[in-house]
C-alpha cells in the first residue's frame, strides 16, 4: 500500500529513533531500498547517500521498516471498518493513530471486530444492559429484585438467573474488550508475570529429558531465550504443562487481576447488595477472558523475542563460519570417513576442480589400512596434494590417524592434516546442485568433494548448502521458519558480498549471494563465462543476457576480475568511481599499475582534494584504503587445531586433561567445543573467562582454536564439561548470575549433518536441559559456596 508523505516521515522517524540515526539518513536509506537497492550496496557504495549508515543500521531498518507498514495498514483498514459501521469518536481516532503496536491496535478494533453472535449480544438483544448498568451505577440494590423486572420468557429470559446470567455476560464483554484495562493488564502481567511448568502426568520416564523443568517456576520477564524456548518445546512435545501467574506480587500486598478489573471499573467490596455479585462478575472476567487472553497473547510476545534471539545466534554463528579463514589455492585430499560403507575420497586441484576419486576400506570390518595407505599415497603423489581434510563424522578419528600415517609414509610432500566439520555435506551430495556439478559422480563421493572444497574456501563451499543445515544453530526447528531463512539469506548475502566474488571462477551458487543478481542472471554469467571464456572487464558483464544497468550497478563493485584490462576491476572500487581514481592518477602522475600498492603515497593523499558532488570523503577514503590492498580478503589467516594423540573417544579423556579445540557453535549459555572425540564439550558461559561474561560472543566464536580444560565426563550420557579457565579443579558453577539453571550439554555427532538438534541440525534441547552431574562432595562444597 502507498504510504502519504506524513505516514513515511512518521516511519522513518521511529526508525531513525531505533537505529540511532537522523531522520533523513532514514529516508534516503528507505528510498533506496524500495528502488532495489540490496543493504550491501547501500552500505558500501551509498555512504554519501545515507549519512554512512553501516549495514546492521540497515538491516535493523529493514525488518523495522517491513513491521512499521504493515501496522500502518493494519492501522488504515481498522479505521476504514470503524467508520464503516459508524462507531468511529474522536477520541477514538486519536488512539488508533497513536497506537505504536500492533498489539495495541487490536486491543483498540476489539469491540468494533466483526465476530460470531456473542452471549453478552444475545443478552442486549433481550434488554438486559440497562439492568448490568443499574447494577453497576447503584451496587446497594438488590440483583434479584431488580432482575426480576427483566424477566420475559418471549424475550429468552426465563427467569432471575438467566437475567443476572445476561447481564453478567455484558459486563465480562465490556471490560474484556476495553483496551485500556487490557492494555495496563498485559504490561503488569509482563512485569510481575511468573512462567510455571510441571510435568505431564504420567509423562515422568518418557520426558526424563525435560525433567529440569518438571516443576519449575521463572519470571517472564528475565527467562533466557533458550530456558523459554525449551519449555515451549516441552509443551509441544507433550511432555510439560506451562502457565503464566502474578507469582509473588498477590503476596505484597499488590492487587491481583480480579482486582485491577474491579478498580477499573470502580467497583468495591463494601457490603452492599451487589457488591458480591460485581466482584464475581470481575474475579469471572480475568479468570475466563483476560488472563487465558493476556497469557496467550504475552507467550506469544515472549517467543517471539526469543525466536529473534535464537535466530541473531544462529546468524552469527553463521557468519563466523562463512567467514572462517580459506586455506587458499592448495591441492586438497577429501576424506568422507565410513566405516562399513569406506572412506570415500576426493581430491581437488588448486582452483576446486575435482581430478580423482577413490574408496578405500581401512576400518572395519574389511582393515585394509596398509592397502588404503598406499591408495592414497599414490593419489597424493600424483597430483602434488598439499592438504588432507577429514570429515568430523562416523570414523572421523581413525581416518585422522590414517591421515597422520601417510603424512609420515610420504614426508617428501610436506602435508598437513585438517578435521573439517562436514554438517551439511550430505545435503550438497543430493541436492540439484550437486547433481548438475557432478551428473556422473556417485552421491557418497560428492561428500568428500565438499569436505575438500570447503577447506580451500568455506564461504564459497558453504553458500550451496542451506543455511539451516550447517549445523550451527540454537532451537532452529522451533522458530518461524520464513523468518529463519530470511535471516540467514541477508546474513549469506552479507558475508559474500563483504569478502568479494571472482567472476571467473565462482559458481551458479555463490553467484546468486552477490548483490543485485538472481539465481537466473547467476547461471547466465555461468553459462557466457563457459561459452566465451574468462571475462576481461567488468563491462563485459553488461553482455550478459539480463544484466542490465541497474543490475550491474548493484552486483560490479562485487565481482572482482583478476589480470583483466583494467587494474581497479580486481579491486572494490566501483566503476561509476573509476574516474575518482583518473583525478588521483593525474595529480600524482602515475600509472594505476604504479599507484596501487604505494602505501605511503596513498596515505600522504588527501581525501578532500578529490570530492565532487557525487562522490564525497567517506567514499574517497574507501578508495584510497582500497588501492593500498586491492581486493584484500577480510577474512582470518588459516590456521588449523591439533587434536591430542590418543584421545579419540569420550572414553579416553580425563578430568584435567588440557586439550585443544575448534569452537564449533555458540549459544546464549555458553560454547561447543570439538575437541575431536565425536562429541563436542560444552564451555558454560560461567566458565569461559575469568571476567564476567554477559555473551559468550564477546570472547569466542564459530571457528576459534581454543585451549580448554576438561572438567567432567559423563561417559553414559555423552558429556563433557570443559574449561578456557585453566586453573579450574571443580566443576563450573551451575547456572546463570540468577542462580537458575540454563541447559547446557553437549552437542552430538549423531548425524552426518552437525547432530546438534533432534531433528538435523542446531542445538539440540533435549540434551541441553539437564546439567553434568557432579559427586555428593562437590555438589556439597558447591551449595555451600553459593550460601555463603
Excluded at 547456572?735 to 552437525?754: I, M, Y
Aim: hydrophobic share 40%; net charge neutral; charged share 30%.
Amino acid at each position: 500500500m502507498q504510504h502519504t508523505p506524513q505516514v513515511a516521515a512518521k516511519i522513518a522517524r521511529l526508525i531513525a529513533e531505533e537505529i540511532n540515526a537522523q531522520p533523513q539518513q532514514a529516508l534516503s536509506a528507505i528510498a533506496l531500498l524500495d528502488e532495489g537497492a540490496t543493504v550491501p550496496f547501500i552500505a558500501r557504495y551509498r555512504k554519501e547517500v545515507t549519512g554512512g549508515l553501516d549495514d546492521t543500521q540497515l538491516r535493523n531498518l529493514e525488518t523495522r521498516l517491513t513491521y512499521l507498514r504493515e501496522l500502518e495498514d493494519r492501522r488504515v483498514a481498522v479505521l476504514a471498518s470503524i467508520e464503516e459501521q459508524g462507531k468511529m469518536t474522536d477520541a477514538l481516532r486519536a488512539d488508533i493513530i497513536a497506537a505504536d503496536s500492533k498489539a495495541r491496535l487490536e486491543d483498540l478494533y476489539l469491540p468494533y471486530k466483526q465476530k460470531r453472535r456473542t452471549r453478552a449480544q444475545i443478552a442486549r438483544e433481550a434488554g438486559l444492559e440497562p439492568l448490568a448498568d443499574g447494577l453497576l451505577a447503584d451496587p446497594t440494590q438488590v440483583p434479584e429484585t431488580l432482575a426480576a423486572t427483566y424477566v420475559d420468557a418471549e424475550k429468552g429470559v426465563a427467569d432471575v438467573k438467566a437475567a443476572l446470567d445476561g447481564a453478567r455476560a455484558i459486563l465480562m464483554e465490556r471490560w474484556g474488550e476495553d483496551a485500556a484495562l487490557v492494555g495496563e493488564l498485559r504490561n503488569w502481567l509482563a512485569d510481575v508475570g511468573v512462567i510455571r511448568s510441571r510435568v505431564a502426568e504420567g509423562k515422568e520416564a518418557a520426558g526424563e529429558k525435560f525433567r529440569d523443568y518438571f516443576d519449575h517456576a521463572e519470571p517472564l520477564s528475565k527467562i533466557p531465550s533458550h530456558r523459554l524456548l525449551a519449555l515451549f518445546r516441552g509443551r509441544r512435545e507433550e511432555f510439560l504443562f506451562i502457565d503464566l501467574d502474578p507469582g509473588t506480587d498477590a503476596d505484597a500486598g499488590h492487587l491481583q487481576g480480579e482486582g485491577r478489573v474491579a478498580h477499573h471499573a470502580g467497583i468495591k467490596a463494601q457490603g452492599r447488595a451487589a457488591d458480591k455479585w460485581l466482584m464475581d462478575s470481575c474475579r469471572l472476567t480475568w479468570k475466563a477472558k483476560l488472563h487465558l487472553h493476556l497469557t496467550l497473547d504475552l507467550f506469544s510476545q515472549a517467543r517471539e523475542k526469543a525466536e529473534a534471539e535464537a535466530i541473531d545466534v544462529f546468524g552469527d554463528n553463521l557468519k563466523d563460519l562463512l567467514l572462517a579463514a580459506p586455506a587458499g589455492p592448495k591441492a586438497v585430499l577429501g576424506l568422507d570417513p565410513g566405516l562399513r560403507t569406506g572412506v570415500k575420497v576426493a581430491v581437488v586441484d588448486r582452483t576446486g576442480k575435482l581430478v580423482d576419486t577413490a574408496t578405500i576400506y581401512p576400518h572395519e570390518p574389511k582393515r585394509q589400512w596398509d592397502q588404503s595407505l598406499m591408495i592414497l599415497r599414490a593419489l597424493c603423489a600424483k597430483h602434488s596434494v598439499e592438504l588432507i581434510a577429514i570429515g568430523n563424522g562416523t570414523a572421523s578419528r581413525e581416518t585422522d590417524k590414517l591421515a597422520g600415517d601417510l603424512i609420515k609414509l610420504a614426508p617428501e610432500l610436506k602435508m598437513q592434516k585438517i578435521v573439517v566439520s562436514e554438517a551439511g555435506a550430505s545435503v550438497y551430495s543430493a541436492s540439484e546442485f550437486a547433481a548438475k556439478e557432478f551428473p556422473d559422480l556417485d552421491v557418497s563421493i560428492r561428500g568428500a568433494v565438499s569436505i575438500a572444497r570447503r577447506l580451500q574456501d568455506p564461504l564459497a563451499e558453504l553458500v550451496k548448502i542451506e543455511p539451516k543445515a550447517i549445523g550451527v544453530g540454537q532451537y532452529q526447528h522451533d522458530v518461524d521458519q520464513f523468518k529463519l531463512a530470511r535471516a540467514l539469506d541477508a546474513k549469506v548475502e552479507d558475508c559474500v558480498n563483504a569478502v568479494g566474488v571472482d567472476v571467473n571462477t565462482a559458481s551458479a551458487a555463490l553467484l546468486t549471494r552477490v548483490s543485485g543478481l538472481s539465481s537466473t542472471i547467476a547461471q547466465n554469467i555461468v553459462v557466457y563465462r563457459d561459452a566465451n571464456g574468462a571475462f576481461k572487464s567488468r563491462k563485459e558483464l553488461l553482455k550478459v543476457p539480463r544484466l542490465g544497468d541497474k543490475t550491474f550497478e548493484q552486483c560490479a563493485g562485487f565481482l572482482r576480475i583478476a589480470d583483466g584490462d583494467q587494474p581497479l576491476d580486481a579491486s572494490s572500487v566501483h566503476p561509476e568511481a573509476y574516474p575518482v581514481v583518473e583525478r588521483i592518477l593525474k595529480q600524482c602522475g602515475r600509472e594505476v599499475k604504479q599507484l596501487i600498492g604505494d602505501a605511503s603515497l596513498l596515505r600522504s593523499l588527501k581525501a578532500e582534494q578529490f570530492i565532487d558532488e557525487t562522490f564525497g570523503v567517506p567514499t574517497v577514503r574507501d578508495i584510497l584504503k582500497e588501492l593500498e590492498k586491492p581486493g584484500r580478503d577480510p577474512r582470518p589467516e588459516f590456521k588449523a587445531a591439533r587434536f591430542a594423540d590418543g584421545v579419540e573417544d569420550i572414553k579416553d579423556l580425563r578430568e584435567g586433561m588440557i586439550l585443544e579445540g575448534v569452537v564449533s557453535n555458540v549459544a546464549a549459555f555458553g560454547a561447543f567445543v570439538d575437541i575431536g572425540v565425536h562429541q563436542d564439550g560444552l564451555i558454560h558461559i560461567s566458565a569461559l573467562s575469568d571476567k564476567y561474561v554477559k555473551d559468550p560472543r564477546e570472547v569466542v566464536k564459530a571457528g576459534d582454536i581454543v585451549k580448554v580444560k576438561v572438567l567432567e565426563v559423563d561417559v553414559p550420557r555423552k558429556r563433557i564439561a570443559l574449561t578456557r579457565r585453566l586453573d579450574d579443579t571443580a566443576p563450573a558453577p551451575r547456572g546463570d548470575r540468577d542462580d537458575r539453571s540454563a541447559p547446557r550439554g553437549n552437542a552430538s555427532r549423531g548425524g552426518r549433518d552437525g547432530g546438534r538438534d533432534a531433528r538435523g541440525g542446531g542445538f539440540n534441547a533435549a540434551r541441553a536441559n539437564t546439567p553434568p552431574p557432579m559427586n555428593n562432595a562437590l555438589a556439597a562444597a558447591f551449595a555451600k559456596a553459593k550460601k555463603s
